[in-house]
């Protein structure tokens, strides 16, 4: 089953990550390299990426059969995604084992959601 490990950025993440060394960043930075590696390694590993700064995204909709992308996002939230492992990984148990890797659980917390399952859905 696949499982999303989500890293959030908010005010607490962002004040420890002013506490941290430079030679601390670095190895922050080394361990979410060298985790998607172990993943890759075990074979669960889907996906991994880190996102860009949120000022930089773009809603997208659809009126009238035109597409608008407008400056985003709008939401008044302190908090933004900024990063995720997508996993495919036999329980829950095992995703959280996972998630306990990501270097982010050693200073706030991350997140993990099974995704759904769509695969059988009939059209």
Request: proline fraction near 3%; avoid cysteine; hydrophobic fraction near 45%.
């Amino acid at each position: 089953m696949k499982y999303l490990i989500l890293i959030q950025s908010n005010e607490r993440s962002l004040a420890v990550w002013e506490t941290l060394s430079e030679q601390q960043r670095f190895e922050f930075g080394r361990g979410h390299l060298q985790l998607s590696e172990e993943m890759a390694k075990a074979g669960v590993l889907v996906s991994s990426e880190g996102l860009g700064d949120p000022s930089l995204a773009r809603w997208v909709s659809v009126r009238d059969g035109k597409t608008v992308a407008s400056d985003g996002p709008f939401a008044e939230v302190k908090e933004h995604l900024a990063g995720f492992y997508l996993i495919d990984v036999e329980s829950l148990d095992e995703a959280i084992g996972w998630a306990a890797k990501v270097p982010d659980a050693a200073y706030t917390e991350v997140e993990v959601r099974p995704v759904l399952d769509m695969s059988e859905w009939e059209f």
